[in-house]
């Protein structure tokens, strides 16, 4: 199964368990817990579509908005106990679905890929490999050459000289540490690939340069510091188009050279501005 289909299931299926539970029969159903119920579904897709770190930020806002929710209530009976326990069970259920989900999603679509016996899988790191990154970056190219999708990646390389002098062993439990400290740092809908030893891929889908920057920035600083390297150890450099559509064509055909067809080949057909421009045959 791919993570899209498994993604689809658990949102209907979460959906309809959690707006079925509002009309459970014997209950009074309060407009507030109405609303406590459905942000729960918010949480839900937060979670699933973009992973651990946007389940736990629509958590927080879920939990704000409950609050600000029962200020009425408060306000009439203050700050009583059965208030508190309402507030608490209702903050710890978002924390629930949105972190513990998000976690949970993101090892599942790595796992759906590792059960499958995928080669575009890297045994050291359990994260993509190479030829995956050159597949997805030729469809993040035709992606933006038929619809003007936004696409970007960020390379990320670690300095040899931190683990080189590790054992084998230990370079391999070092690098998929790193890799997994990467993993959670992104969203669900953007991947992870491994290229070679210290050097890792972003693939950012319906990402600008502008916020694949923003990414890249932030992994860099998270993995320098994971590690406890200076500065100029870890760095990140951002790849987008249509700017870089000749570099990311290049890149492409180096991770992954039994290219497609090119009739079928996006980097065959021409430069991204002659596809602005019109005046290339898809």
Not at 65 to 93: E, F, K
Not at 191 to 202: A, P, Q, S, T, W
Not at 225 to 231: P, R, S
Request: some cysteine; charged content about 20%; glycine content about 8%.
């Amino acid at each position: 199964m791919k993570y899209s289909r498994f993604e689809m299931l658990i949102m209907v299926l979460g959906s309809a368990v959690i707006v079925g539970s509002i009309f459970v029969p014997g209950g009074v159903i309060l407009p507030q817990e109405v609303v406590a119920q459905l942000l729960i579904v918010l949480v839900l897709f937060a979670a699933v579509h973009k992973g651990r770190n946007a389940g736990f930020i629509a958590a927080l806002v879920a939990t704000l908005v409950y609050v600000i929710l029962r200020i009425p209530l408060m306000n009439d009976q203050g700050l009583t106990s059965a208030i508190i326990g309402m507030i608490v069970v209702r903050m710890l259920t978002y924390a629930a679905v949105g972190v513990l989900g998000g976690e949970i999603c993101g090892r599942i679509k790595y796992f759906f890929a590792f059960i499958q016996g995928s080669p575009l899988l890297d045994d050291c790191t359990q994260v993509y490999n190479g030829v995956y990154c050159g597949q997805a970056i030729r469809s993040g190219i035709s992606e933006f050459r038929r619809y003007k999708t936004p696409f970007s990646i960020a390379l990320c390389t670690i300095a040899p000289s931190l683990f080189s002098d590790l054992r084998p062993a230990r370079q391999r439990a070092w690098l998929r540490a790193t890799a997994t400290h990467i993993r959670r740092d992104v969203r669900l809908v953007d991947d992870v690939g491994h290229l070679k030893d210290g050097e890792f891929m972003l693939l950012l889908p319906q990402t600008p340069r502008s916020g694949a920057q923003v990414v890249a920035d932030r992994v860099r600083t998270s993995v320098r510091d994971l590690l406890g390297a200076k500065d100029e150890s870890v760095t990140a450099r951002v790849l987008s188009l249509p700017d870089d559509t000749e570099e990311l064509c290049e890149l492409s055909q180096k991770l992954d050279p039994n290219e497609p067809d090119s009739s079928r080949n996006p980097c065959s057909l021409g430069s991204a501005e002659d596809q602005i421009d019109g005046t290339s045959i898809l």
